[in-house]
Each structure stands twice: as structure tokens, then as C-alpha cells.
């Protein structure tokens, strides 16, 4: 049971979060928000991808966009892509009466460079997981597809199922103690900066001071 205290957090949240806890802290507690190319056409994708009404296709039918939840761990999001397959061992029982295999997809621009699994993207699908196998009653499975290549990589959820639980709860647990504190973490040491789009906002560029400028302007007044 959830404590009458705690602080509901949002999946989307966990890859700031992973990327730089002060980045976490500026969106959710500052409420601050800034684009740059990536975050730009990271929106591109999800909108042409909720866009989308689902429906019926060759291997059974898809929902976009789908709010999921998780009262047990105050968690809620929405997935971009949910996947029913027909599939006679399927653990997911449609309103037709046949069963369904159930695939969370989450779509994203670019591939990780060394087109291994990506942290932070498999743990966001992991938390949506567990959310739409509640939902659900089932065991879904996870994938994300990425734009740039456009492949999908599976995520191995039933093989280390235990690995990624304990590493959300405890993503969880520090972000809500974020949540509740209001304070807003400092940067980390050697945290790399250049492709985040709240670098001036965490950190404004000042204009460097000038004494002969500043003399200069004192004579032309």
C-alpha cells in the first residue's frame, strides 16, 4: 500500500532522471522546459505515432497512445504503441474470447551508437510494463523501435525480469524523495551537458565583464 505522503511519478520521467537527476529536478519541481533539435523531433515521432487510431491489422490489432498506471507503485504513463497478437498460448484474453500475445512499443529517434540496448530506454518500457501488465492481467512483453534505423530491438523483460524490478524501485524511490524534498539537485561531476536542451537554463552563460567597455560606455553616457 502507497503512503498517504508519497508523490505520483511520471515513467517519462525516469529517463531524465537516469540521464542527470538536476535535469529531473528542473522539469518536475521547476517546471522549467527548453527544445533543441532533439527533443524537437523526439516529438515528431510521437505525435505521427499517436496520431494513429490502432486498429485492426495483419497480425491482430494495436493501440496508440494508451494511459497505464500502477496504484501499487504510484507510477502512471502513457505508451506510445501496445501491440495484441493472436497467439493461442497468449496469456491476455480479448473481449472476442481469443488470446493475444501483448507487446509494449516505444518509438525513438536514434539508435544507441553502439546499437547495444539502451538503459535508459528499456528501464521506461520496463516501468510501463508494469503498469499495462496490471492493467492487462498478463505479461507483456517490451520492444523499442528506433527511427533512424528503423528496427525494433526486443527487450529481454523475461530473462531479467528481477534485474530490472529492483533497479525501478529503487529509480522510484530516489526520484520521489526528489518529489517530496522540492529540492533540486546539483550537477554532477563530469556530467556531459552539450546535448541537453536545459543546459542554459541549469546553467546561464554570462557575458563576460569588460572594465575598458564598461569605461567606454560610462564616457559615451
Known sequence: MKSCNSRS????????????????G??????????????????IIHERVHSGDGGMCRNGYSMTAVTLYNDELDIYGVSDCIEFSPDKNGDYIGRDGKRYTV?????????????????????????????????????????????????????PFDSEYEKYYKLVEGLISQMRDILE???????????????????NVCMPKCDSYSVKENIRQMLAE
Open 9 to 24: 511519478v511520471n515513467i517519462r520521467a525516469i529517463q531524465h532522471f537516469l540521464y542527470c537527476p538536476r535535469r529531473f
Open 26 to 43: 528542473l522539469l518536475e519541481i521547476n517546471v522549467d522546459w527548453a527544445e533543441n533539435a532533439s527533443v524537437v523531433m523526439g516529438n
Open 103 to 155: 507487446t509494449l512499443v516505444e518509438y525513438k529517434p536514434t539508435r544507441p551508437k553502439d546499437g547495444e540496448i539502451s538503459l535508459p530506454d528499456s528501464v521506461q518500457v520496463f516501468a510501463q510494463k508494469l503498469c499495462a501488465d496490471k492493467v492487462f492481467g498478463c505479461n507483456c512483453k517490451g520492444a523499442v523501435y528506433y527511427a533512424d534505423v528503423r528496427k525494433r530491438t526486443v527487450l
Open 181 to 199: 524534498s522540492g529540492e533540486i539537485p546539483l550537477r554532477k561531476k563530469g556530467q556531459h551537458c552539450g546535448g541537453c536542451s536545459l543546459e
